[in-house]
């Protein structure tokens, strides 16, 4: 245990250090200016396919429509981490830790567009369905198999062993502290569930997330707006404050790494410290007026 410790911690130190963030921030900005800002630029086509793909679920079918697909996409991505990432951020970094979480998920959305692209042009026909991914595109595209195999490993021991477990175990905790079900049974009623979704293949997933996704990421925007709305006079103390806090390194590695806990990682809340989710309000004085 004391090795596998010193092994995490030690992983943890590289991946939170600048070169990693700084690195992002560079491929980010080459994939901007390579695909003439697509982020931007293509923001109307998305919502017209997300429009057209959610009229095309609700007439069912075959293929998986690109609603369908941002429904998968999105449930990867909001969880825990879109709490704490942000906690996390302001904490380590201030205010001004926002705004560069800001700067780097407008970055990183060109990246997130060629990872994707990527994925389209190098999948696989598996019978009914196709097949895809970074381990794809690592042996097709770069002619690497090795580091496809490797890749593939690495994610199926993460997400089958480690990033699951996390979620189940933050899932249980909470439901027993907010309602007193016991944690072993809401595990087992987890994993029933997730058996019973998984095992039904590509289209049972895409079914679930497109029932849950909307109810998720709806409660979340109006959870934000509602925060907002009963807080709107502070609104432009609060975003001056967030651009004059912006500009210096501990800000920058804050908003890195809030953003890289929001994007790529879920963080096991039941295990944080409590002084974590505490923010500095000798920095933050206008936060202390806010209701």
Do not use: H
Not at 170 to 180: F, K, L, Q, R
Not at 224 to 242: D, G, H
Request: proline share 2%; charged share 15%; net charge positive.
């Amino acid at each position: 245990m004391r090795f596998l410790e010193m092994f995490v911690a030690k992983s943890n130190d590289l991946l939170w250090s600048y070169v990693i963030i700084a690195s992002l921030i560079c491929v980010g900005l080459f994939f901007t200016f390579r695909t003439k800002w697509v982020q931007f630029r293509m923001f109307g086509e998305m919502i017209r396919l997300l429009g057209e793909g959610a009229s095309q679920s609700s007439k069912g079918g075959k293929e998986v429509s690109s609603f369908g697909a941002f429904c998968i996409s999105t449930a990867s991505r909001v969880g825990t981490g879109n709490l704490a990432g942000v906690a996390i951020a302001i904490t380590a970094g201030g205010p001004g830790a926002v705004f560069w979480m800001w700067l780097i998920a407008l970055i990183g959305s060109a990246s997130a567009f060629i990872e994707s692209t990527l994925a389209q042009i190098y999948k696989v026909k598996d019978k009914e369905n196709f097949r895809g991914g970074p381990a794809y595109y690592m042996e097709k595209g770069l002619n690497k198999r090795w580091m496809g195999i490797v890749f593939a490993i690495l994610i199926t021991l993460c997400f089958g062993l480690v990033f699951n477990s996390v979620q189940a175990n933050t899932i249980s905790v909470a439901m027993e502290s907010a309602y007193g079900i016991n944690r072993m049974i809401m595990g087992v009623i987890l994993a029933a569930c997730t058996a019973f979704i998984i095992f039904g293949g590509l289209k049972r997933i895409v079914q679930a997330s497109q029932f849950i996704v909307p109810i998720m990421a709806g409660g979340y925007v109006i959870l934000a707006l509602y925060v907002m709305i009963t807080n709107i006079s502070e609104l432009p103390a609060v975003l001056t404050m967030i651009v004059r806090s912006a500009f210096g390194l501990e800000q920058i590695a804050g908003g890195g790494m809030g953003a890289a806990v929001m994007m790529g990682l879920n963080v096991d809340c039941s295990r944080m410290k409590p002084e974590w989710g505490v923010l500095r309000m000798q920095r933050l004085p206008l936060m202390s007026r806010i209701r």
